[in-house]
Antibody, heavy 119, light 107 residues
Framework: QITLKESGPTLVKPTQTLTLTCTFS??????????VGWIRQPPGKALEWLAL???????RYSPSLKSRLTITKDTSKNQVVLTMTNMDPVDTATYYCALIAGGVVTNSWGQGTLVTVSS | EIVLTQSPATLSLSPGEGATLSCRASQSVSSYLAWYQQKPGQAPRLLIYDASNRATGIPARFSGSGSGTDFTLTISSLEPEDFAVYYC?????????FGQGTKVEIK
């Protein structure tokens, strides 16, 4: 059974850098066509794509957040890491990672992790 | 960036009734449109991908149609567990984008 799980701090201060890790099992990020994406959802609001990374290290970033985001993968550890710099209270959201296969977002998502930005 | 506009924002219906949800794209997304269901405190659940393909394990009462800029999610007869928020999402152009959601609530 494919699983993904997000981990990282639940509280960060404004201007700090957020580092989130997506740890997954039962698939490999070295398999052709496979990718992992990050999506966030502020409380009571809609979903927003942040970034994704593919098996061949092709990376995509949300244009509005591109200067603040970095996505990397560690195939040996089955992990994808997202860093977001200069955090602001408006970045308070639940952050999800999800499996992409053949260009399609699958039904395999992490449970999400709520990150609050506050001093 | 492709903007997806969902309508209506809220749909008030009774169990057993049918539901029709709309998603309109600001430019053509071909058939690269998906529908998700989300319940409070849960991750989104994929219902439909590429406009009309049901995801694994999704009941037949859910169906999707459309292409280009206009798409529809139809729930033929609402079950109690179907009351939730529904999002459409396009993967035609990066950045992939979601609509603002339609809440299906119990009347």
């Amino acid at each position: 059974q494919i699983t993904l799980k997000e981990s990282g701090p639940t509280l960060v201060k404004p201007t700090q850098t957020l580092t989130l890790t997506c740890t997954f099992s039962e698939f490999s990020l070295s398999t052709s066509g496979v990718g992992v994406g990050w999506i966030r959802q502020p409380p009571g609001k809609a979903l927003e794509w942040l970034a994704l990374i593919y098996w061949n290290d092709d990376k995509r970033y949300s244009p509005s957040l591109k200067s603040r985001l970095t996505i990397t993968k560690d195939t040996s550890k089955n992990q994808v890491v997202l860093t977001m710099t200069n955090m602001d209270p408006v970045d308070t959201a639940t952050y999800y990672c999800a499996l992409i296969a053949g260009g399609v977002v699958t039904n395999s998502w992490g449970q999400g992790t709520l990150v609050t930005v506050s001093s | 960036e492709i903007v997806l506009t969902q309508s209506p924002a809220t749909l008030s219906l009774s169990p057993g009734e049918g539901a029709t949800l709309s998603c309109r794209a600001s430019q053509s997304v071909s058939s690269y449109l998906a529908w998700y269901q989300q319940k409070p405190g849960q991750a989104p659940r994929l219902l439909i991908y590429d406009a009309s393909n049901r995801a694994t394990g999704i009941p037949a009462r859910f169906s999707g149609s459309g292409s280009g800029t206009d798409f529809t999610l139809t729930i033929s007869s609402l079950e109690p567990e179907d009351f939730a928020v529904y999002y459409c999402q396009q993967r035609s152009n990066w950045p992939w984008t979601f609509g603002q959601g339609t809440k299906v609530e119990i009347k």
